[in-house]
């Protein structure tokens, strides 16, 4: 048999990848074996250990290729919105809430995440390595605050650590519960809402400015 071209080899593995997607939604990531996937592929078990080491591997690379690229659309709204910082921010919260719901194979590994997956055994090191991208994102908001604030578009005294963590949570909160109950409320919808009343908070609250008395 000709050995597969580059493309074929490409396709294999984005059929692979697919497939594992569609299967663990369904079934859950622990109860999903590479034998099934294979299966359900129809590819052998030898082909799944050629493009990847194992179900961990597998579905860290479902992950990277579901999650938005935050690099370009900080470009993408950098251009739309010179100089506005707090723009950016807003439209890119916002893309995040809608692709949710708009986007198939992010809201399909966002539910696995969020529903159907233990971080247990041979899935231990995906959260470990989610974690620290984790703490990476926390210190990308809190740069992101800052240019606001550099723009006089957010409060100068900003508590931007906890604004960090309340955003993070915020928004991961929202996309959790509507994907467990979709039909109690229309995220797509409503999604610049939810963004708008989370900048209010940055803009308003005084629990999330730092104390300056306390600071000294």
């Not at 860290?60 to 690099?71: G, R, T």
């Not at 109690?184 to 300056?212: G, H, Q």
């Amino acid at each position: 048999m000709a050995r597969k071209t580059k493309q074929q080899a490409q396709e294999t593995r984005q059929h692979i990848l697919d497939v594992a997607l569609r299967l663990f939604s369904q079934q859950g990531v622990s109860s999903t074996s590479l034998a099934e996937i294979a299966k359900a592929a129809g590819v052998t078990r030898g082909a799944i250990y050629w493009h990847f080491k194992n179900k961990s591997d597998l579905f860290s690379e479902i992950w990277e290729l579901a999650k938005p690229n935050i690099d370009e659309l900080e470009t993408e709204y950098q251009a739309k919105f010179p100089d506005d910082p707090l723009s950016v921010l807003r439209e890119i919260l916002i893309y995040v809430l809608e692709a949710t719901v708009t986007e198939e194979r992010r809201r399909l590994l966002l539910e696995i995440i969020f529903h159907k997956c233990e971080f247990v055994g041979e899935m231990a090191s995906v959260q470990l390595a989610q974690r620290s991208l984790c703490i990476e994102n926390y210190d990308r908001i809190e740069q992101t605050l800052r240019h606001c604030m550099n723009a006089n578009m957010l409060p100068e005294n900003l508590n931007t650590r906890r604004v960090a963590v309340l955003l993070r949570s915020y928004v991961t909160g929202i996309i959790e519960n509507w994907l467990f109950a979709p039909e109690s409320f229309d995220l797509k919808t409503e999604a610049r809402e939810y963004v708008a009343v989370l900048l209010e908070m940055c803009l308003l609250c005084p629990s999330l400015r730092v104390n300056m008395a306390k600071a000294c």
